[in-house]
Each structure stands twice: as structure tokens, then as C-alpha cells.
């Protein structure tokens, strides 16, 4: 099934861009692997809260981020674990401009 339509007229007058939702990727129209409609998936560990700074909370003894392997790691306990890989990892010290640049602006720029 896909969904086509025209842009559509905001409140200002303007057009709001509404395309195929299946072929937005962070790479473009078509996933970095050529397949168009491939939904692509990105994830930030964000920051941590100032109630988590004040108690020197730490997530590092069950999140894991591999950002070079695109890779997040959750630890049950010591001894099991679950991996999961995405198209793009960014770590809490990602900045905002580099989140929009990665996942936003791609999709902005094909409207």
C-alpha cells in the first residue's frame, strides 16, 4: 500500500510536504543498502537528568552503546545479554545539530 498525496496548505498558507512514509530514510529516498521503503532506525542514549547527576547515576552497568558497530548492548545481569544493531547509534554526547543532521535533515530535504 502506499501513500501519495500533494503537499497540504498549513494555517500560514504554506504547503506541509507529505510523501511516501515508507521511503524516508537518513540517507535519502532509498536506504544506504539501495532498498527503497527500507524504514531506517536511529537511537540516542540521551543525557542524563539532573536528578541522575545529583545521585551520580551511571547507565554504563546496563546500557552499552558500540556507535563504530552500530550496535547497543542491554545487560539483563553479569552474565546474559541482548544486541541490537541499528543504522545509526549516537551516544548522550551527541549534539543536537548532529541528531537533526543524521535523522531529520534527510527527510526535510526530500519535502
Excluded: H
Excluded at 537518513?26 to 540521551?46: C, E, N, S, T
Amino acid at each position: 500500500m502506499r501513500f501519495w498525496s500533494r503537499p497540504l496548505p498549513n494555517s500560514a498558507g504554506s504547503s506541509v510536504c507529505r510523501s511516501n512514509p515508507a521511503s524516508f530514510g537518513f540517507g535519502g529516498i532509498k536506504g544506504d543498502d539501495g532498498v527503497p521503503g527500507r524504514v531506517r532506525v536511529a537511537i540516542r542514549l540521551r543525557p542524563r537528568n539532573a536528578e541522575e547527576l545529583a545521585a551520580d547515576a551511571d547507565f554504563a552497568d546496563c546500557v552499552e552503546l558500540q556507535p563504530e558497530l552500530k550496535r547497543l548492548k542491554l545487560r539483563k545481569n553479569n552474565w546474559d545479554s541482548d544486541t541490537y544493531e541499528f543504522d545509526e547509534v549516537l551516544t548522550e554526547f551527541a549534539s543536537q545539530k548532529r541528531v537533526y543532521e543524521v535523522v531529520a535533515k534527510p527527510v526535510v530535504e526530500i519535502c
